[in-house]
C-alpha cells in the first residue's frame, strides 16, 4: 500500500506563513511601543505637577497609562512569535 503524501495546506493558516505574520505583527508592535513609551517619557508629569500626580491630586496624561498595556501586547506578540517559530522548527527537525 502506497501511502499518500499529506496535502499541503494553502491560505492564511499556512503553519509558515501564519509564522512569519505573527514575526511581522511583533515587529510593528513592538515599534508602536518604543514611539508610545517615548512620547509617553516625554508627557510624563515633572517638578511640582509631578508631586500633584503621585499625591493623586492630578490625573496622569492617559498616554502614560496606554504604554504600558501596548508594550504588554507587543511582548505577547512576541512570545507567540516565538513559540510558533520554534514550534516549526521542531516539526521540521522531526521529520529529519
Do not use: N
Amino acid at each position: 500500500m502506497d501511502s499518500a503524501p499529506a496535502p499541503v495546506r494553502i491560505g492564511p493558516l499556512h503553519p509558515k506563513r501564519l509564522a512569519k505574520t505573527t514575526g511581522a505583527i511583533a515587529g510593528l508592535a513592538c515599534a508602536l511601543s518604543v514611539v508610545v513609551g517615548a512620547v509617553a517619557a516625554r508627557v510624563t508629569p515633572h517638578g511640582l505637577r509631578g508631586i500633584a500626580v503621585s499625591l493623586h491630586l492630578m490625573r496622569q496624561p492617559l498616554i502614560v497609562k496606554f504604554a504600558a498595556g501596548i508594550a504588554s501586547l507587543a511582548v505577547l506578540a512576541a512570545a507567540l512569535s516565538g513559540f510558533l517559530h520554534f514550534y516549526l522548527w521542531w516539526q521540521e527537525h522531526d521529520l529529519d
